[in-house]
């Protein structure tokens, strides 16, 4: 199992609709979440970050941490063809595992 | 504030040749990562330093190495090159305090043939 499972995708949304992206990881100890858009040939940038269950918003975007089910998300609300991009989720165990552990990414397509 | 540099950007070799890559991180930042990232496997930790000492180091061959000067700027070296180390080599910089908010330079194209 790897220790952080994304959809690849590709994940096609209309535009204005509600994107959902989602992450799951392995290791029951990880405390800090991240979320990376990348686009097409350019590096991945830091969008959001979780570390307590719940939700966090910062502007369009929402992160849902979910611990007990070793599950976070990334909604993305009225979504705009610039949202097209790979979305990497990263997760940080805090037991002797001082990394990040990236996910594959989740291709996202916004049909105009 | 200026961003985090690479150099090269992009770099052709053969196999068995060796390479150095450069990373200049965003001024203040002291804690500098390097990831591999193919097509297949994602990005993949190589090892982060900090204060000029490697402090976590993932699961790549010892012909992978890295070190920090005392301004921060990091270098990663591989030495004799195989087809499948063809990749693009990130570095990402952090504040001391968030280690894990962590921001990309451009990358090194790296293509060994």
């Known amino acids: 199992q790897k220790e952080v499972e994304q959809n690849s995708g590709p994940l096609s949304v209309p535009e204005g609709a509600i994107a959902s992206l989602n992450c799951t990881y392995s290791?029951?100890?990880?405390?800090?979440f991240f979320w990376y858009r990348q686009y097409s040939g350019k590096s991945p940038e830091l969008i959001m970050s979780?570390?307590?269950?719940g939700d966090k918003e910062d502007g369009r975007f929402t992160a849902q941490l979910n611990k007990a089910s070793q599950y976070v998300s990334l909604l993305i609300r009225d979504s705009q063809p610039s949202d097209s991009a790979t979305y990497l989720c990263?997760?940080?165990?805090?037991?002797?595992?001082?990394?990040?552990?990236f996910g594959t990414g989740t291709r996202l397509t916004i049909i105009p | 504030k200026a961003g985090v540099t690479q150099t090269p950007r992009y770099l052709i070799k053969t196999r068995g040749q060796q390479v150095t890559l450069s990373c200049s991180p965003i001024?203040?930042?002291?804690?500098v990562s390097w990831y591999q990232q193919t097509p297949g496997q994602g990005l993949q930790f190589l090892f982060e330093?900090?204060?000029?000492?490697?402090?976590n180091k993932g699961n790549f061959p010892g012909r992978f190495s890295g070190r920090q000067f005392s301004n921060s700027r990091s270098e990663m070296n591989v030495s004799t090159l195989e087809l499948g180390d063809s990749a693009l080599y990130l570095c990402?910089?952090?504040?001391?305090?968030?280690?894990?908010?962590?921001?990309f330079g451009p990358g090194t194209r790296l293509t060994v043939t």
């Open positions: 330093y900090f204060s000029e000492t490697q402090r």
């Open positions: 990263a997760v940080k165990s805090d037991f002797g595992n001082e990394k990040l552990t």
């Open positions: 990402a910089s952090s504040l001391e305090f968030r280690p894990y908010e962590q921001y």
């Open positions: 979780i570390y307590s269950n």
């Open positions: 001024s203040g930042h002291r804690s």
């Open positions: 290791d029951r100890v990880s405390q800090s």
